[in-house]
């Protein structure tokens, strides 16, 4: 049988030989014949939850009342609870400044191998940048679920020149509007550095901590690199409930990918009516305990919290259970 890794690796090859990665109100209805859509003509906070033991391995089989969700410190009760693996909308953005020329082999492997570990229905996008920011697919396809275009969209362009990160993500965030899964999620490939973009950090930190968007840091930088910023690559990932992961060597990228598309495919969605019914568009800080019999400690990781709507939403709330 051939493994998903044999794929990855047949996938690499072909290139090689062609070519010298909470929500309040309603999130994105996937289909529009859903059976497995619930509609509730309430306002609600989503989240989604990776919970770890103590070893830092991935824990399934709870149920709603292994959680506790606290707003401002006051408990709140659950109403939509589910542990799925749905379909994502994920963009991979993949900086190709001068400084990554000699990682670029290992990255387009990882996106491959994250690729070929995501769910069948996800929806992929590339954004290339140096000082330039590019999307990778044809104008004409605005996101894919094929290995192979995946691989020709992350070789467009030469690594080489300055780096716009920042501006990167501004037009990923935006180009994730146009996906219909209801969980999005962004992939960063970058050393962190940023001496180009006409967007500012406060600017992009802003735009993630008022959208649904997940996002996972993946930074590759060498120990000497000066301009290298993980402090950054760390502030993205905590303030939407993604991780930061900062390899230590090149052979790790492809494994790490692999471990971002496993904590994707295993979140618990989490969905309450805030008991603060004011409508006033200030931050509301949001906390997740879990706890259940022979598991020990448990940590639960989901966005720190959100922005509250400055008046009420008169859309529906949809949720979808369909895998």
């Not at 990923?172 to 973009?197: P, Q, T």
């Not at 993604?242 to 618990?268: M, S, W």
């Not at 568009?281 to 990781?301: E, Q």
């Amino acid at each position: 049988m051939v493994t998903r890794r044999c794929l990855v690796a047949l996938f690499y090859l072909i290139f090689l030989s062609s070519v010298v990665c909470p929500q309040v109100g309603p999130p994105a209805e996937s289909r529009q014949t859903d059976p497995y859509t619930i509609r509730m003509d309430v306002e609600m906070v989503i989240l989604r939850a990776t919970v770890q033991n103590h070893k830092g391995v991935l824990v399934s089989g709870l149920g709603k009342d292994d959680f506790h969700v606290y707003e401002d410190g006051v408990l709140q009760q659950i109403t939509y609870f589910t542990h799925q693996d749905i379909p994502v909308t994920v963009g991979l953005v993949v900086d190709n400044s001068g400084s990554m020329k000699s990682k670029r082999a290992e990255v387009i492997a990882a996106a491959l191998a994250f690729a070929q570990s995501s769910n069948p229905e996800d929806q992929m996008f590339v954004v290339n940048f140096n000082e330039h920011v590019s999307f990778g697919l044809p104008a004409d396809t605005v996101f894919t679920d094929q290995p192979a275009q995946l691989a020709v969209a992350l070789s467009r362009i030469a690594a080489n020149g300055e780096t716009a990160l920042y501006d990167a993500m501004a037009a990923a965030l935006e180009h994730l509007k146009k996906g219909n899964r209801d969980k999005k999620v962004l992939i960063v490939v970058s050393d962190g550095g940023d001496n180009a973009s006409k967007h500012t950090v406060e600017q992009i930190m802003a735009l993630a901590m008022r959208s649904d968007v997940i996002i996972y840091t993946l930074g590759l930088f060498e120990p000497d690199d000066p301009d290298k910023n993980p402090h950054v690559l760390h502030q993205f990932a905590k303030a939407t409930g993604g991780k930061a992961f900062l390899p230590d060597r090149l052979k790790d990228v492809v494994p790490t990918c692999e471990q971002i598309a496993h904590d994707i495919r295993n979140q618990y969605t989490i969905a309450y009516s805030s008991t603060n019914e004011k409508r006033d568009g200030k931050y509301r800080v949001v906390a997740v305990k879990a706890a259940a019999s022979g598991d020990g400690r448990l940590i639960v990781r989901t966005r720190p919290g959100y922005y509250a709507p400055d008046k009420p939403q008169p859309s529906p709330t949809r949720l979808s259970n369909k895998p």
